[in-house]
């Protein structure tokens, strides 16, 4: 698996189903990987990435600690896979010569990653566009062409097309991120 380091591009709102979103880009490029979150694990993230402090520790920031207090440290979070619509990650701890692998959520990896100030890496297949993807319009004021009847999109096929959508967003195109 080639892997590609990337870094937090941007943090939103879906407008139109207002689930949150989280947008990594990679770091020596374009390519974006936008991958939902759900409210609480958005919160961190943007916690983190406002360097807001809670005066008490949040849940990723006590696994953190935990981590940091087992002698042992976040050395990179690498997102892996999509399966059946669903992104894994794993989280990669080192204490001395000992590595370990957790499987983690993506969005808590992205959240403990950024606590812990780890690298941040996407396996390359999941920033590659399966050329039989569908790209979504650009110009939302250019008249839609009738479509043709189709197969239903699979989890996947939406993801790519979102995807392609936010590889053209600027990160002001979110708007705020409200609590």
Do not use: W
Request: with cysteine; aromatic share 6%.
């Amino acid at each position: 698996m080639k892997l590609v380091e990337v870094g937090v591009h941007g943090l939103g709102t879906e407008p139109k189903t207002q689930q949150h979103v989280v947008v990594l880009r990679e770091s020596e490029g374009t390519r974006v990987l936008p991958i939902f979150v759900g409210p609480c694990e958005a919160q961190a993230i943007a916690r983190l990435l406002k360097r807001e402090a809670f005066p008490r520790p949040l849940t990723h920031d006590l696994l953190a600690l935990l981590i940091e207090g087992l002698h042992a440290k976040v050395s990179r979070v690498v997102i892996t896979e999509l399966k059946e619509g669903t992104y894994f990650a794993s989280l990669f701890l080192t204490r001395g010569q000992e590595v370990l692998s957790v499987d983690a959520r993506p969005s808590d990896s992205i959240a403990v990653a950024l606590r812990a100030e780890a690298s941040l890496y996407v396996n390359e297949e999941l920033l590659q566009s399966p050329p039989e993807q569908p790209a979504l319009r650009e110009d939302p004021d250019e008249p839609t062409p009738p479509e043709e009847p189709a197969t239903p999109l699979t989890d996947e096929q939406k993801a790519e097309q979102l995807r392609r959508f936010l590889e053209n967003l600027d990160p002001e195109d979110f708007g705020k991120f409200q609590r």
